[in-house]
């Protein structure tokens, strides 16, 4: 069963707007990770949050994670229309072998 | 190219056919993992393997085997394909901990059976 659950499904914005998503997840974790997906092609890794961090900038990109409430957000500011792909969060356990779980995933599309 | 490379890219098989996805990594990462994607269930875990020789299962084994002689290699191979095993294939490595770095994935192999 999926660790990460991403809200929403599917996002529709246009070029220079920000987009928001968010990701729930259900156990304790290590750290929380963002990936990109482009249709037809595999996962690319953004950037990592650890448990013991609150908020993360990497360019565009703002991840904020909130233990109490097991959630995290992935911000992307001034969105292009290369932004347009899907987006999965995958969490790491603090146990167990070190394998990710990821979310299903926000479809996002920017539009010019 | 150096990265990580999965063969073939389509494969459209019959249903009790015996078929092997490949995958190369020219990285000598450590752990190693495949993952199928299907729709409205994001990407489970087959299979992954700490290094050679050691691998274990994921989350969505059956039907499913895999070998790692060489570090470099990790093929997957569907013993008797089922229809329910059509989806898209990711193979993924990652050099050390996952407490500290993220996973290089390869494009996929999407697979059909028919």
């Known amino acids: 069963s999926q660790q990460g659950e991403e809200d929403p499904q599917a996002l529709s914005i246009q070029e220079g707007e920000n987009a928001t998503m968010n990701c729930s997840y259900k156990?304790?974790?290590?750290?929380l990770q963002w990936y990109r997906q482009n249709s037809g092609r595999g996962l690319v890794h953004l950037i990592l949050?650890?448990?013991?961090?609150r908020e993360k900038h990497s360019g565009r990109l703002r991840v904020t994670l909130d233990t109490s409430k097991k959630s995290s957000s992935l911000l992307i500011t001034a969105s292009r229309a290369a932004d347009t792909a899907s987006y999965f969060c995958?969490?790491?356990?603090?146990?167990?072998?070190?394998?990710?779980?990821f979310g299903t995933g926000t479809r996002l599309l920017v539009s010019p | 190219d150096a990265g990580i490379t999965q063969s073939p890219r389509y494969k459209i098989t019959e249903t009790g056919r015996q078929v092997t996805l490949m995958c190369h990594q020219t990285?000598?990462?450590?752990?190693m993992f495949w993952y199928r994607q299907d729709l409205g269930h994001g990407l489970r875990l087959i299979y992954y393997?700490?290094?050679?020789?050691?691998?274990d299962k994921g989350e969505v084994p059956d039907g499913y085997v895999v070998s790692r002689s060489k570090t470099e290699n990790f093929p997957l191979t569907l013993e008797s394909a089922t229809r329910s095993q059509t989806s898209v294939y990711f193979c993924?490595?990652?050099?050390?901990?996952?407490?500290?770095?993220?996973?290089?994935f390869g494009s996929g192999t999407r697979l059909t059976v028919v």
């Open positions: 990285w000598s990462h450590s752990y």
């Open positions: 949050i650890r448990s013991n961090e």
């Open positions: 393997s700490a290094a050679a020789d050691i691998t």
């Open positions: 995958a969490t790491a356990m603090n146990t167990g072998f070190q394998k990710l779980v």
């Open positions: 156990t304790s974790i290590n750290n």
């Open positions: 993924a490595s990652s050099e050390g901990s996952i407490r500290s770095g993220g996973y290089t």
